[in-house]
């Protein structure tokens, strides 16, 4: 299992993706907020944010 919050500074965006997705299906996908403030880092690869924001974004539009 991926740690989320420790690999984001590290992992491949396809990585982030499947974490992402993992860990909103978990939550059951609605009436939750997906903050991940806390774990980024000045080092955080821009494109694993992205990769984050862009899944959390089409799990919310395929769902609703």
């Not at 996908?29 to 980024?40: A, D, E, Q």
Request: glycine residues 8%.
């Amino acid at each position: 299992a991926m740690d989320f919050l420790a690999d984001i500074n590290n992992a491949a965006p396809e990585a982030i993706r499947q974490a992402t997705r993992r860990i909103v299906d978990e939550g059951g996908g609605h009436g939750h907020i997906f903050n991940l403030s806390h774990g980024l880092l000045r080092e955080t690869p821009f494109d694993n944010v992205r990769a984050v924001v862009d899944t959390v974004r089409a799990h919310r539009t395929v769902t609703t």
